[in-house]
């Protein structure tokens, strides 16, 4: 299995909903990522956890809360969103060391209305 | 902050023609990467060069990397329809801790 999966897809929330987003891998990387991409803007990182501790945060609002609950997940908890939080939202995952290049999943499109 | 910043911007050119996309850096690198990203999706990880190295070649990828200039080239050969697609560089900083940053992209539309 050599492939990121991030469900769901799509996803519409309200400003005053809970929702979580999902990533998954099962390619033993034990660092894994978010990012965050606006349109024609290019990704921007959010998150790392590596060994399944989070070791970079972006300074992203708290409305965003990770979680590495074992090496293949990732979760992505969003509540209290605003509608400038509409975007694309990635996971990555690779190797732990130098010179490894990152395997994306295809991402959420999320729309906060 | 933005590590690499691509140029061009936007490139159009006709099938079977060559495509360069240059990136710029500011800091110094473990390696930089390239990626490509169709249609807003996923990123799919092309090449990825160390500081060490100056050339590196994959199908009809060619990169190039001046640690001296902190620049790189992504060549396209004998580019195809299907090329089409965002191009973003990446550098993974010295001391970054697994902290890969983007550069703006190129647009790259590749016409039959």
């Known amino acids: 299995d050599t492939e990121v999966t991030q469900t769901p897809k799509h996803l519409v929330m309200g400003m005053t909903n809970k929702k979580s987003l999902k990533c998954e891998q099962h390619m033993g990387h034990r660092a894994m990522y978010w990012y965050k991409q606006k349109a024609k803007k290019p990704p921007e990182l959010m998150f790392v956890y590596s060994y399944e501790k989070l070791s970079i945060n972006e300074s992203v609002p708290s409305r965003f809360s990770p979680e590495c609950p074992n090496s293949s997940l990732l979760n992505l908890h969003l509540h209290a969103l605003q509608p400038e939080d509409s975007a694309l939202y990635l996971c990555?995952?690779?190797?732990?060391?130098?010179?490894?290049?990152?395997?994306f999943g295809s991402g959420t499109r999320l729309t906060v209305v | 902050s933005q590590q690499g910043e691509e140029d061009p911007q936007a490139l159009s050119i006709q099938e079977g023609e060559n495509a360069t996309m240059n990136c710029s850096y500011k800091?110094?690198?473990?390696?930089l990467q390239w990626y490509r990203q169709n249609s807003g999706r996923g990123l799919v990880h092309l090449i990825l060069i160390r500081s060490n190295e100056r050339e590196k070649h994959s199908g009809r990828l060619r990169v190039t990397l001046d640690t001296s200039k902190k620049s790189s080239s992504l060549l396209i050969t004998a580019s195809r329809a299907a090329d089409t697609a965002s191009y973003f560089c990446?550098?993974?900083?010295?001391?970054?801790?697994?902290?890969?940053?983007f550069g703006k992209g190129t647009l790259l539309t590749v016409n039959p």
């Open positions: 990555a995952s690779s190797p732990i060391g130098a010179d490894y290049g990152y395997t």
């Open positions: 990446a550098t993974d900083a010295r001391g970054s801790n697994y902290k890969l940053t």
């Open positions: 800091t110094s690198i473990n390696n």
